[in-house]
């Protein structure tokens, strides 16, 4: 079985690297990504498998159809022991039955001689006959020697032209579609072979070629059966051109064989080879270079281009396997470890939960260390895609809209007076026009609506006078405040109804994002679904519960012990005494001479007291209904700015930090996972029978991978 001429294929550095592509080749890499291999195709007939004789010497079984009705893996492998070893690997698209039947088959041989029988009990496994010719499986033979190469050649089935009796038109185009799929793998060089016999226009082959490898970089034409053609005729003349890559253009260019014919089967290795020589030595063949001519050449030309293929394949090819692992690794990261039991299902919601609890305890207090948090975009919005996840930066922002929400559009009316509380005060192009109907009274967030001076007065003297009590004429009923103050507060209900909604959506927005980062999807579901979500709705449902609460406070009588009330109300008599006196001054003055010393005179504004203190009493306001409803003003402005400030703070306090964020750590922590009982550990933990065959598909991922890692890294140590 020693194959001495094979030691053409096997430089040192080219060792290393095919020793490489062999041991990734073993670990199963291949069912993953694309490794460089060598593919021979060409159409029925064409001698494909004599060219693989040829190159490996290696005496393939020589019945019809034998080896051509499935794609033929044939692995090379150097071991001190001679052995032959055959295996299936099935076709994706069969049953998981016929699948599992097909992977335990195995058989191993001594000898050459066997090798035929032992096709036929793959062919026959494959469930091959007369009522199917072909298959999507692939038949692995691995021979090992102390001589053998680390090499992997793919004998594909010869492409069929059209239908016949024993070959369908589905046959047709299942053979086209695997020659396809193989023949368009970037990392596969292919030797395409053609027959010189027929014409070359006709196979099919070499449109199929050009088609995939455009430039023919990756393609190595053979020409086989030279031997057919009439010495000096036309004919050959044309596959000589072909050869000399004058017709048909090929990057790698073409290559001619004489294999042995029909009758030659017992002829050995090396007569083949002589006889070769000889062959090429004659006719027009002598005129050709000895670098494109016989096997000899073709194993040299083969070991280089199989080397330069390598080196350009092996860096990219590593780029990928890392950039596999790591996206296997974090895969399994997410599944978390192996839950079969109730303890390690406890374990894993325990471990899950103290990441999410971690992460959502930095988000409430504002400390953005994590990784989850990301980059800030300076250019978007506080809660935009990519900001939304800091969360008490955005809960921040949310509260000062609403207290300048409230501050703006939260009063009914705008009062325009001659003296103001600067903080009430809206500018007058945002509020509307008033239309004393009695039903100006908005049931949305709108502006509020523009009301003057005489208008005011009209509509708390409406009120006045159907609250009238016992008081004196020019005393206010002080319950008027609480019927003031409730018409013109009547849209904080809704903005802080609205306020409550957007902090919940935010505080569900920001959970079910740290759940992505910390959970697969389907724990997710399960968790949002009979944890999260049900929670956050508790807290939502807490928050206006105690909004109602703080609006039914509201919604009695009047209550302040604040100091600020008494001090606003005196600065607006303050303010509006001193509007008065600065009046009434400049009213009362009077001009008088003053003489100086010498002859001259000069003259100076003076106020007369009386004239003063009658001007006062004239400012002095004598309609008693009047003056009640401008003390009424007073009161009111007074109180509703003192309430307005309460009121946010008591939203923003008791609604937003008690109820929506203060629990918004627990609603998915270790305390919460220890008081879930066994059944809802399990309901949400315990792995479905999918997400079993995704670890175990993922776990044997890891292990090829990681394989092919260390392969990389003794390879990469040896060159």
């Known amino acids: 079985m020693r194959t001495a001429s094979l030691e053409a294929l096997q430089s040192s550095e080219q060792r290393k690297l095919m020793d490489l592509v062999d041991r990734l080749r073993r670990t199963g890499l291949n069912t993953l990504m694309q490794l460089p291999q060598i593919v021979v195709c060409g159409d029925q007939s064409s001698g494909k498998s004599s060219v693989l004789e040829a190159i490996t010497e290696i005496p393939f079984p020589r019945k019809e159809n034998l080896c051509t009705r499935f794609a033929t893996e044939i692995s090379l492998r150097r071991d001190t022991e ?20 097909l992977r335990g088959f195995s058989r191993t041989i001594q000898d050459f001689d066997a090798l035929p029988s032992l096709i036929d009990e793959a062919t026959a496994a494959m469930g091959l006959g007369p009522s199917k010719a072909f298959s999507k499986d692939v038949l692995c033979v691995e021979i090992c020697g102390p001589s053998r190469p680390h090499l992997t050649l793919i004998d594909l089935p010869g492409l069929i032209h059209a239908s016949n009796r024993s070959q ?17 793998k970037q990392r596969t060089i292919v030797l395409a072979v053609v027959s010189a016999k027929n014409d070359y226009a006709n196979q099919i082959i070499l449109k199929m070629c050009r088609e995939s490898d455009t430039k023919g970089a990756r393609t190595l034409d053979i020409i086989t059966k030279p031997d057919f053609l009439r010495p000096g005729s036309e004919n050959e003349a044309t596959w000589l051109d072909l050869a000399c890559n004058k017709d048909i253009f090929f990057e790698l260019g073409w290559h001619l064989l004489k294999n042995r014919a029909d009758d030659q089967h017992t002829i050995t290795f090396a007569e083949r080879n002589l006889e070769e020589q000889a062959f090429f030595q004659d006719g027009n063949y002598s005129a050709l270079s000895r670098s494109m001519v016989g096997v000899d050449s073709l194993r040299g030309r083969l070991s280089h281009l199989l080397f330069s293929h390598l080196q350009k394949a092996l860096p990219d090819l590593q780029n990928e396997l890392n950039g596999m692992l790591s996206k296997t690794l974090k895969s399994l990261d997410i599944l978390g470890s192996c839950r079969d039991s109730l303890s390690s299902q406890r374990i894993f919601l325990t471990d899950l939960a103290t990441s999410t609890s971690n992460i959502v305890r930095m988000g409430c207090n504002g400390i953005y260390e994590d990784p989850f948090f990301g980059n800030i975009d300076v250019d978007g919005a506080v809660d935009s895609e990519r900001n939304f996840v800091r969360l008490r930066a955005v809960v921040q922002h949310l509260n000062l809209r609403f207290a300048e929400a409230t501050r703006l559009k939260g009063h009914t009316f705008h009062i325009e ?53 016992r008081e004196l004429p020019g005393i206010f009923n002080h319950s008027i405040i609480g019927y003031l103050f409730q018409q013109q507060s009547t849209k904080w209900a809704l903005l802080a109804r609205k306020h409550i909604e957007d902090v919940a959506g935010a505080c569900k927005r920001f959970v079910l994002a740290v759940l992505d980062i910390v959970a697969a999807p389907e724990i997710k579901k399960k968790i949002a679904a009979l944890t999260i979500l049900p929670r956050l709705k508790d807290a939502h449902m807490e928050a206006m519960a105690d909004l109602d609460r703080i609006l039914e406070d509201k919604a009695r009588h009047p209550i302040t012990y604040n100091h600020y009330f008494t001090d606003n109300i005196q600065k607006l008599q303050k303010e509006r005494l001193t509007k008065h006196l600065v009046n009434n001054t400049q009213k009362t003055k009077v001009k008088a001479v003053q003489d100086t010393f010498g002859h001259t005179t000069i003259e100076k ?9 009658c001007s006062i009493g004239k400012s002095i306001e004598q309609d008693m209904s009047k003056f009640a409803t401008e003390q009424a003003l007073d009161a009111h402005d007074a109180f509703y700015k003192d309430e307005r400030k309460y009121f946010v703070d008591a939203v923003t306090k008791q609604a937003i930090e008690r109820r929506l964020l203060a629990p918004l750590v627990e609603v998915l922590s270790p305390r919460s996972i220890a008081g879930y009982t066994d059944e809802k550990v399990q309901a949400i933990a315990a792995e479905p029978p999918e997400v079993r065959q995704l670890r175990a598909h993922l776990e044997n991922r890891r292990m090829m991978l990681e394989e092919g890692e260390k392969a990389f890294h003794v390879a990469i140590g040896g060159l």
């Open 417 to 469: 007076r001659e003296l103001d509380l600067k903080e009430i005060d809206d500018d007058a192009h945002d509020a509307e026009p008033w239309i004393p109907t009695g039903k100006n009274t908005p049931r949305s967030i709108s502006k509020p609506v523009k009301m003057n001076k005489q208008q005011a007065s009209k509509w708390v003297n409406h009120i006045q006078e159907r609250i009238r009590g």
């Open 168 to 184: 369908s038109e589905d046959d047709v185009e299942l053979i086209r579609s695997l020659v396809k799929d193989y023949i368009s």
């Open 605 to 613: 504004d003076y106020i007369d007291p009386f004239y003063l203190k």
């Open 82 to 101: 001679e052995v032959i070893s055959c295996k299936i690997n099935p076709d994706e698209g069969r049953t998981e039955e016929e699948i599992s039947r």
